[in-house]
């Protein structure tokens, strides 16, 4: 597998742009040049990355989330 990362990432496993063996390799995000911890889903081409908002759940259990728009850098952390 090439070190390319994709346009769009999901940490969802329910989402189309989930990938497990990517995720495993440990992905980190830039936004607006500061990093990011708590990002659910990112998207580069539309400059967007949807993060989880605190504690809240919807009615199916699962984290709220809110998208924030910017500049969006992903890059493999590194395993030293």
């Known amino acids: 597998m090439s070190d390319t ?5 999901s940490t ?8 497990e ?3 495993a390799k440990g992905i980190g995000i830039r936004f607006n040049g ?8 990112y998207c580069v081409s ?4 949807r993060v989880i908002a605190g ?5 199916f259990g699962n984290p709220m989330t809110i998208k ?4 969006v850098e992903p890059y493999l952390q ?3």
Do not use: F, I, Q
């Open 55 to 59: 504690n809240a759940k919807d009615r």
């Open 68 to 71: 924030l728009k910017g500049k």
């Open 21 to 23: 063996e990517l995720l």
């Open 46 to 49: 539309e400059g967007w990355v």
């Open 12 to 19: 969802n496993p329910n989402s189309p742009h989930y990938n």
């Open 78 to 80: 590194s395993t030293d």
């Open 34 to 41: 500061a990093e990011k911890t708590n990002v659910d889903e």
């Open 5 to 9: 990362l994709p346009d769009r990432l």
